[in-house]
């Protein structure tokens, strides 16, 4: 399967701050990408969609312009979580498909946020 | 909306046979995915089902009824490295996952 980085894999910050995190696709050009949150214990949950050069779509109950998400390539996006607070401490998981909306997912490792 | 259902937990021994349920209420389908979960890492692929029947890959299978909203995940032969949580996730214009099923597999 496709290889999928994320960085930073886990961060600590303080209430207020902004954290951005990273995904890379390694070895294959994707075309959509998606940002998950999954809490202790529970399902993920899609926070967003997004194509290549194309503004994000986010689901329902997601702020954007909490969760800025860049998709500046067919290799690389990022999710910047804007002010952050301690409601915000997840598990943020971002994963890549390729053409077709059937493709399967590729997800990342996973970046673990802890806001103080 | 989305309604994905499956058991929170599930033991077995090892070498035993463990098969996980997964019924599935949404808007629209265009496939069903199972994913391996290991604690704190990133879901990673196991199988997907868009036609009725069984796809058989190694010690896994996984068997999809459309009609019936309904699939399974059979492990064999459990190996310890098995315990892991294990996620039904259903695709229609996104990928929904349940909340997942714990297996934990004992010598």
């Known amino acids: 399967g496709a290889v999928v980085s994320q960085h930073p894999s886990w961060v600590i910050c303080k209430s207020g701050t902004s954290v951005k995190i990273e995904c890379r696709s390694l070895?294959?050009?994707?075309?959509?990408m998606f940002w998950y949150r999954q809490f202790p214990k529970q399902s993920l949950m899609l926070m967003a969609t997004?194509?290549?050069?194309?503004?994000?779509?986010?689901e329902q109950g997601v702020e954007k312009d909490k969760f800025l998400i860049n998709h500046a390539s067919l290799t690389l996006s990022t999710l910047t979580v804007t002010s952050a607070h301690p409601e915000d401490s997840s598990f943020y998981i971002c994963?890549?498909?390729?053409?077709?909306?059937?493709?399967?997912?590729?997800f990342g490792p996973g970046t673990r946020l802890t806001v103080l | 909306g989305q309604n994905i259902d499956q058991p929170t937990e599930m033991t077995a021994t090892e070498g035993a046979i463990v098969q996980i349920n997964c019924t599935y209420q949404?808007?629209?389908?265009?496939?069903l995915f199972w994913y391996q979960q290991h604690a704190g890492e990133a879901p990673t692929f196991l199988s997907y089902?868009?036609?009725?029947g069984l796809e058989e890959k190694g010690r896994f299978s996984s068997f999809l009824s459309r009609s019936k909203g309904y699939s399974y995940l059979l492990l064999k032969e459990l190996q310890m490295k098995d315990s892991a949580s294990y996620l039904c996730?259903?695709?229609?214009?996104?990928?929904?996952f349940g909340a997942g099923t714990t297996v934990t597999v004992r010598a």
């Open positions: 089902n868009v036609l009725d």
């Open positions: 949404t808007s629209g389908f265009n496939g």
């Open positions: 997004s194509n290549e050069g194309s503004k994000a779509t986010y």
């Open positions: 996730a259903v695709l229609d214009y996104k990928l929904s």
């Open positions: 994963s890549f498909s390729g053409q077709g909306k059937t493709d399967t997912q590729y």
């Open positions: 070895d294959f050009q994707a075309t959509t």
